[in-house]
């Protein structure tokens, strides 16, 4: 993960599996920019008459195989979806974008790496502009900002394909929607003679060095800033979603510090598509961990911070139907509390903590409470000798229950508070 190429390997490996989906089947093209001509909408009716001879019963009518053309004047993309072989096996390809990467794919399901895929790789500063744009390249062009780098690669293993060579004719659309409309012929110089063209629709894959935007709404995002951290912690951010339809949704990112440029730190992230949630690591000095939990559903949402082994923080927040929200926390290990519970004459069993939402809310049932207790302080204290002991809690107001006692009590750094379970007489 040191080089731009690796980096883009992990977009393409942690964001399937939150932003984009590995193996997922890409979703049918909406129409494209103004730029592009029209795709085809399923259903419409044929504008050529129906051919005289037709395919007999049984039989399937082949689509044509795309012409491999090293004369970048001689291609004309079809306005159909994009298709034709890689590496000597007919695609009809997923097709992905970054700011500075084109990405054609065929997957299998369950398998760590695509078995075929071509991507187009555009040099800066052509790549700070590559959205919105299009390109043409002949055979003899020498390479530089306006002529991509290509990558073909099989199961994961690269080609090796001289930088000249190639012939492409390439249009890209501007990113709308999480989408970016194009339209594409390209071939390759390769034994196997690897070709692709048509239209298509490109999933937009944000680097993760890039904060979410408008198409990731709506969201959370914000920074995570962590204080005498000791050696080996690493930092924990979650969410409880809690949704109108009485659904309740759990998602939790772990991660170590890490002291490299961010663009070569390890970073993880995670998906339930179109949802996903991304933690890019903190330096251990200057630079705080970054969150983001993009395109969620709109609801009551619990958010969390907390530092293994330690404290956490935490903020109940409604995430609308529309628009962003931005929470900051800060993890300081020195700055904890305790609490005391005291509880019934003879009673036994585990006494449970959680960040207390407000009182106008109804109370959690009691196996989401304790799972929240376990996901958000990690704590479960067994009462014994009438007395249960509770360390090392960040700051801020707790709900306590005993078996149906219920109290709620201010954690305060360097206190330990005191709180009394026995039920009050009637």
Known sequence: MTTSRMMFGIALCFAPVVTMGCGSKPE???????????????GDPPTAPVA???VGEGAKAQAPKIPWELDADKQVAPAAPVRGSIAGVDVTPEVSVTSDELVFRLTKPGA????????????????????????????????GPNV?????????????????????????????DGKV???????????????????????????????????DAPYVAGEVAVIGAPQGAEVRVAYAAFLPAGTVTFKELQLAFDSLPIEQAR?????????????????????????????????????????????????????????????NFTLDVSKTGGLEVT????????????????PA??????????????????????????????KNLGAGRYEVRLGDERRTVEIIPGKTAEVNMTPAKK
Do not use: C
């Open 181 to 215: 409309n194009g339209k594409v012929y390209i071939s390759l110089p390769d034994k196997d003679q690897t070709v692709l063209a048509g239209t298509f629709a490109a999933d937009y894959v944000r680097p993760h060095t890039e904060k979410p935007g408008p198409d």
């Open 343 to 358: 509880a019934p004459q003879g009673a036994t069993g585990k006494v449970f903590i959680a960040p207390a939402d407000e």
């Open 267 to 327: 970073w993880t992230s995670d998906n339930e598509k179109p949802r996903s949630s991304t933690l890019l690591p903190g330096d251990g000095k200057a630079r705080p961990f970054r969150y983001e939990h993009v395109k969620l559903a709109p609801g009551r949402y619990l958010l969390s911070a907390a530092i293994t082994g330690g404290p956490a923080v935490w903020k109940w927040v409604d995430v609308p139907a529309t628009g962003t929200l931005a929470e």
């Open 28 to 42: 049918s093209p909406p129409a494209p920019t103004s730029m592009l001509e029209p795709d085809p909408k399923p």
């Open 52 to 54: 005289q001879n037709p």
């Open 148 to 176: 991509p780098e290509v990558w073909l690669e099989v199961q994961g293993q690269p080609i090796h394909l001289h930088p000249s060579g190639y012939a492409m004719t390439l249009e890209l659309g501007a990113r709308k």
């Open 112 to 143: 760590p790496v695509p078995e075929r895929s071509v991507s187009i790789k555009f040099a800066p500063p052509a790549g700070q502009q590559a959205l919105g744009r299009n390109w043409k390249v002949k055979g003899g062009d020498e390479p």
């Open 361 to 390: 809310r109804p109370p959690l049932e009691a196996r989401l409470f304790e799972g929240i207790s376990v996901q958000v302080v990690r704590t479960e204290v067994e009462v014994i000798g009438g007395k249960a002991i509770v």
